[in-house]
């Protein structure tokens, strides 16, 4: 083989390796995005009597199975946890169960995501809201593909449970409970970083 021809091998075999590179390294970001979730939600809600904005919808998944799509209720939008905590006011997080869970697996999975994201004196100081969140979901058997489940935060009255139009017992909690069930998905250890993005309208 003459000079010219391995040269011209070697140049197709860099350029070659150069796209592979290139593909390879491209992967990760095409496998971050998610399409858009399959739920439609109202563009505002309405709690105690206050309009509130969508401020973000997103999809959660585990591994690569769809959960729940999610969407965030908020006074005014914002894009960033220390604002949505900084703000006063009602706020709604509303839940589209889209695969068959179990309700207390659910209900453990957020106790869990609050540990995570809160200092131990937090956790101590509201364990009896936490443990009462278990024994709400643990009331049913299932969630299913088409159910709802909503957690309402109103000022002085605290955190409202639904499943469907019902309440789920007496309102749990005060403002320093509901953030912290806020940062189940928008706190530093968030239950799915995409999701936490997409509800901040990222």
């Known amino acids: 083989m003459?000079?010219?021809a391995k040269r011209n091998m070697c140049s197709r075999r860099t350029a070659i390796g150069?796209?592979?590179?290139?593909?390879?390294?491209?992967?990760?970001?095409?496998?971050?995005q998610t399409p858009p979730p399959s739920t439609s939600f109202p563009t505002t809600a309405l709690v105690e009597n206050t309009a509130?904005?969508?401020n973000g919808?997103?999809?959660r998944f585990r591994v690569v199975f769809k959960v729940y799509d999610m969407a965030l209720y908020l006074p005014r939008k914002v894009s960033t946890?220390?604002?949505v905590l900084a703000l006063a006011g009602p706020k709604k997080i509303d839940l589209a169960i889209l695969r068959e869970v179990s309700s207390t697996d659910l209900g453990l999975a957020m106790v869990k995501g609050m540990r995570a994201n809160t200092t131990k004196d937090q956790s101590v100081r509201h364990l009896p809201a936490m443990t009462r969140l278990i024994e709400i979901f643990s009331s049913r058997?299932?969630?299913?593909?088409?159910?709802?489940?909503?957690?309402?935060f109103v000022p002085g009255k605290g955190s409202f449970f639904y499943v469907g139009n019902v309440q789920q017992g007496?309102?749990?909690g005060d403002t320093?409970?509901?953030?912290?069930?806020?940062?189940i998905w928008l706190g530093n250890s968030p239950a799915d970083a995409l999701l936490k993005d997409a509800l901040l309208g990222a």
């Open 2 to 4: 003459g000079n010219l």
């Open 52 to 54: 509130l904005v969508l």
């Open 176 to 183: 320093e409970f509901f953030g912290i069930v806020l940062k």
């Open 81 to 83: 946890t220390d604002e």
């Open 170 to 172: 007496a309102p749990l």
């Open 18 to 32: 150069a796209v592979a590179l290139a593909m390879a390294c491209a992967a990760p970001v095409q496998a971050a």
């Open 57 to 59: 919808v997103g999809t």
């Open 141 to 152: 058997d299932k969630l299913m593909p088409g159910d709802r489940v909503s957690m309402n």
